[in-house]
């Protein structure tokens, strides 16, 4: 699935349930983890500077919302909505 085709999708159901959109421009991204340590987060943006990565294709067999809500004990993530794709 192209970029384009998901994000009209993705647009069509935030629509449908009647979400708001976000002002910023769509940016899909995975988060893998947070790092609140301002050295950490230094070294870390330092060792992803080293590592070469190319782009490539999957294929998604599913979409899932969650609503992340931030808390003193860490990050809190409550599915919202599972849609089975193709």
């Not at 708001?20 to 943006?45: C, M, W, Y």
């Not at 060792?47 to 919302?65: K, L, P, S």
Request: charged fraction near 25%.
């Amino acid at each position: 699935m192209s970029y384009i085709k998901f994000k009209k999708i993705l647009m069509y159901l935030l629509n449908l349930w009647a979400l708001q959109r976000e002002k910023q421009p769509f940016s899909p991204h995975l988060t893998i983890g947070r790092v609140r340590d301002s050295r950490a987060k230094k070294n870390l943006r330092d060792a992803f500077q080293q590592v070469r990565t190319e782009q490539g294709c999957f294929e998604a067999e599913n979409i899932t919302f969650y609503k992340s809500e931030l808390m003193p004990e860490g990050p809190v993530y409550t599915v919202l909505k599972s849609v089975k794709l193709g």
